[in-house]
């Protein structure tokens, strides 16, 4: 039970990859194979980071179904953010019981399991074992409210088009990644991948969802892959809100032990 609450806070954090969505990309490449790829305007460049989701705090609950390898559990995620700040997730069993909570900021990852007792606190660089250095907390953020990697915004980006997509691709030293953008510039898929470290995730964004006069995908799939072993998570957004006064209360209580 613990691994299983633990995994699926990791997998809010985990923005590292392999070389396993190749295939996938080139099918994108295909697509636009008659245009010649170009280096992407600043214009361009500008144009599209306007288009992401900008808030001051996001509220969102949501049904999960997390696999690892060939086993599935349900939860309800309650994510709240404080941009730039703080995540905080609260996870709830199918019977309604609260099993654990966690505190992400930009140093530390926090985390309580309430069915066990235990605890995990964590420097965020923690998460480098499995992601990329090339990437931060701003990351996790933009993965879970549908946004760009802001890293994968750069002037480097290569860029071709076709009637319903922007395809871009990059490069951070090892990490190698394509994302596809509609024609409004939200992304609708992410692939990264990282060969040397036998890793790779696939975000797929869906489902527009009306927010005040904003939109976010209602349905974000995360896959992840890091040897052989294998993570899904799918996220679906029944609630979402902007900009409203929140709280993260968090705490490890006295007579909680560490996780090993």
Not at 8 to 22: D, F, N, P, Q, Y
Not at 197 to 219: C, E, F, G, H, R
Request: charged share 20%.
């Amino acid at each position: 039970m613990l691994n299983r609450l633990l995994v699926i806070i990791g997998v809010l954090t985990i923005v590292g990859c392999k070389a396993k969505k190749l295939v996938s990309v080139q099918k994108q490449s295909d697509s636009v194979a008659a245009v010649k790829p170009l280096m992407i305007s600043k214009d361009k460049l500008v144009a599209i980071r306007a288009q992401q989701l900008n808030f001051t705090t996001f509220s969102g609950k949501a049904k999960a179904q997390l696999t690892i390898n060939n086993s599935s559990n349900n939860v309800s995620l309650n994510i709240r953010i404080s941009k730039g700040q703080k995540i905080w997730v609260s996870v709830t069993a199918i019977a309604g019981i609260e099993v654990a909570r966690a505190l992400i900021t930009p140093d530390s990852i926090l985390a309580v399991n309430k069915l066990q007792g235990l605890y995990v606190r964590k420097p965020f660089s923690y998460i480098y074992r499995y992601a990329s250095d090339k990437l931060d907390y701003s990351s996790v953020e933009a993965l879970l409210v549908g946004n760009a990697i802001p890293q994968l915004l750069n002037e480097n980006l290569q860029m071709k088009t076709d009637t319903a997509n922007i395809n871009l691709n990059g490069a951070l030293d090892e990490l190698v990644y394509n994302m596809m953008l509609g024609t409004n510039m939200k992304v609708k898929e992410t692939d990264l991948s990282n060969q040397a470290l036998a890793q790779s995730m696939q975000v797929n964004n869906a489902q527009p969802m009306p927010v005040l006069d904003k939109t976010i995908p209602s349905q974000i799939d995360i896959n992840s892959v890091e040897g052989i072993k294998k993570i899904k998570i799918s996220l679906h957004y029944n609630r979402v809100d902007l900009d409203k006064p929140l709280e993260y209360p968090f705490s490890i209580p006295d007579g909680y032990e560490p996780a090993k």
